[in-house]
Each structure stands twice: as structure tokens, then as C-alpha cells.
């Protein structure tokens, strides 16, 4: 059974730091694709951040948090991280940590669709 826990949220004053973490179990993390996405009041669930697993590839951020955020593998195993730096006001969300396998072939996907299975969620508030 695979879970992906989140942890690392809280309140922060604009201009603030956060690093979010995500421990994936019950998956071949070698073979397997991860990615960050958030979810505002009132708005859909938005993508911010991937990569793969084996942390080989290029990982791309979304446009909106470019320049201030950064996701990254840790040294423990099954392990992915998103660095938030500079937050703003509108970067308050439920962030949410995704997981896909995706085989022998190392790929990054961007969309909520593409992902399998999610974690429960952790709240970020930035006020300003």
C-alpha cells in the first residue's frame, strides 16, 4: 500500500520561508515519478513543482512560484522536498505531495490526472 505523508506547513509572515517534506512508502521510488501541488480557498488544485524519483531530471516548477521555490530529493530514502522561499500572501494553500510509477523510463508529469496516489495534505498560511 503506498502513502505519502506530508509535513512541514504552518503560518509564516510574507517574505518567509517553509521547506514542506514528503516520505513516500509502499512504492519503487527509482521508478516513480513525484510532484507538489496546492489547492487555495475557492480554487482548483494547481501544480507547483515535480520530479523523479531517482532525482535525475530536470524539475520543473510552475511559473507563479519560479525563482522561489525548488523541489529536490533528500538523502533519506523516499524522500522529496519543497523549499519555499519569498512566500507571498497568495501562495496560502493546502499543498499536497503526488506519486506515480512510472517504470524503467524516468519521466516528470505536470498534471493532477497523471498522478495515482496523494497525500492527505498540509495547510501553508502566509500572512502578509
Known amino acids: 500500500q503506498v502513502q505519502l505523508v506530508e509535513s512541514g506547513g504552518g503560518l509564516v509572515q510574507a517574505g518567509g520561508s517553509l521547506r514542506l517534506s514528503c516520505v513516500a512508502s509502499?512504492?519503487?521510488?527509482?521508478?516513480?515519478?513525484m510532484g507538489w501541488f496546492r489547492q487555495a480557498p475557492g480554487k482548483e488544485r494547481a501544480f507547483v513543482a515535480a520530479?523523479?524519483?531517482?532525482?535525475?531530471?530536470?524539475?520543473p516548477v510552475a511559473d507563479s512560484v519560479k525563482g522561489r521555490f525548488t523541489i529536490s530529493g533528500g538523502n533519506t530514502k523516499n524522500t522529496v522536498y519543497l523549499q519555499m522561499n519569498s512566500l507571498k500572501a497568495e501562495d496560502t494553500a493546502v499543498y499536497y505531495c503526488?506519486?506515480?510509477?512510472?517504470?524503467?523510463?524516468?519521466?516528470?508529469?505536470?498534471?493532477?490526472?497523471?498522478?495515482?496516489?496523494w497525500g492527505q495534505g498540509t495547510q501553508v498560511t502566509v500572512s502578509s
Open positions: 509502499g512504492i519503487a521510488f527509482n521508478r516513480a515519478a
Open positions: 520530479i523523479t524519483g531517482a532525482f535525475t531530471t530536470g524539475t
Open positions: 503526488a506519486a506515480r510509477a512510472t517504470g524503467t523510463i524516468l519521466r516528470i508529469f505536470l498534471r493532477e490526472e497523471e498522478y495515482t496516489y
